[in-house]
């Protein structure tokens, strides 16, 4: 009786726990970004507000309208946001655009955001400038990355352990090292750059763009740019 008895709380705790999450995913904002590649669809986390609320102010004002996606990193990830980007070629973007009038508060929520496939981070200035990782309030990435498996993951968890820094020492859990197998990411990232949502539709549009051609400055030789970007739904 007494094992049936926690088998039932058990059921009850998960399925509260995934009415929760389902709950917590429709309340999410999503942005549509129109590419020249195609449509990628972006959800926004609740628990970065500050990241969440600067990108919906920017695609609300049409910002990101005719950016180029000026930074690609096959196997790695695609940036954009770099206002100066807007009325250049591809090929005469030079990253002029110099330090950004402001910075957002860091919003790191690790192990709940990581940098698996298709996460949408915050770009930011190196440490050595910037040492509270504030990030840019306008670029921002999409990763692409590469599978890590077990032996890989546990060269990147021994990395984190050897940093001189003891206060940037963490540890993967269990699920995120399962979906860096699984689903693929940039682990290095973690704890250094804030995610702020995720790819809900349109990742392969992503593979894509990181696949495409680059010269030695990691740009683009063909424009891929972003039309138009609109938020599609609102937080609930």
């Not at 696949?211 to 740009?219: C, E, M």
Request: hydrophobic share 35%; charged share 30%; proline share 4%.
């Amino acid at each position: 009786m007494k094992n049936i008895l926690l088998l039932l709380a058990f059921i009850t705790l998960a399925t509260v726990g995934m009415a929760q999450k389902n709950q917590d995913a429709k309340s999410r904002a999503e942005v549509t970004i129109q590419t020249t590649q195609g449509k990628i669809v972006v959800a926004l986390s609740n628990e970065t507000p500050l990241h969440r609320d600067n990108f919906l102010a920017q695609v609300r004002r049409g910002y990101y309208d005719g950016l180029l996606f000026h930074r690609i990193i096959a196997s790695f990830m695609i940036q954009c946001g770099d206002s100066t980007s807007r009325d250049v070629k591809a090929q005469e973007f030079t990253n002029a655009r110099g330090d950004d009038p402001y910075r957002i508060p860091a919003e790191i929520r690790f192990p709940q955001l990581f940098h698996r496939r298709g996460a949408l981070a915050a770009a930011r200035q190196g440490d050595h400038i910037n040492p509270e990782r504030k990030s840019s309030p306008y670029e921002f990435y999409i990763v692409w990355g590469k599978y890590f498996g077990p032996r890989e993951m546990q060269a990147e968890q021994e990395k984190v352990l050897e940093r001189e820094d003891s206060t940037r020492h963490f540890t993967y859990p269990q699920e995120v090292i399962d979906a860096y197998e699984i689903d693929g990411g940039t682990p290095h990232l973690d704890n250094e750059y804030t995610v702020f949502g995720e790819v809900i539709k349109g990742l392969d549009v992503v593979g894509q763009i990181q696949a495409a051609k680059t010269d030695s400055l990691d740009r683009p030789l063909k424009e891929i740019r972003i039309k138009k970007a609109w938020v599609s739904k609102e937080r609930l």
